[in-house]
């Protein structure tokens, strides 16, 4: 084995920093040594908002009405869009976005913005829902004032001979509204009207035995609706 030699001794370690190395590094430290202090300060202070944040709330995707929607009108995709809500806010029923029943008639009136619920649109198989020994069936009475009617309401039709205006007779005494008309008119890519040269185009479920009286009522008699107070 060969002894060191006394230059091998001497040679300074290639990992030890020379005296003017360290002056170099001591200085660049002193130099910004404010802006390492901000720095860290900064990091800290991140961390320690991120630690108290509350964490975002969980929300659920929903179906809401785009535009005000009036009842009696199918249901198209412009009246529809996607949002994100609380779940604590969300009603029952609510529609998600992936299972909005396109071409359903609207049911009641709905304001732009509402959750689409399962009452805001009549189910394929409305008539499934009535009484038993009662039908649906459509019915044209004069032009009524909007707003007059709401679904769910239960008027009286009654009939009037237009050869004898004082001869009024009541054909159905509790006549229970399923859809109203919306007053549309038609037009380039708008929805089918619900008005009629008779009138207003109303559906009603009423006993059998009145429904087939009332289907061909307006061909002979003016028809009109009589709504009690509510």
Known sequence: MSAATPSDSARPSSTALTPRVRRRVR????????LLVALVLGVGGLAA???TRPPTPA???????????APGRPLVTADVQAAEADPATVP???IGPTDIPYGRLVAAPARRGEVLTDVAVLGPAVADNLPVGHALTTVAVRALVPGLLQIGDVV???ATDPRRPTDTTVVAATATVMLVPDGSTGGAGSDPPTMTSDGSLLVVAVPAAEALELSGLSTTQVVDVVVPAR
Do not use: K, P
């Open 27 to 34: 200085r660049a430290l002193s130099r910004h040594r404010l």
């Open 49 to 51: 908002f991120a630690a």
């Open 59 to 69: 929300t659920v995707s929903v179906a809401v009405v785009a535009r005000d929607l």
């Open 92 to 94: 029952d029923g609510a």
């Open 156 to 158: 009286s039709i009654v």
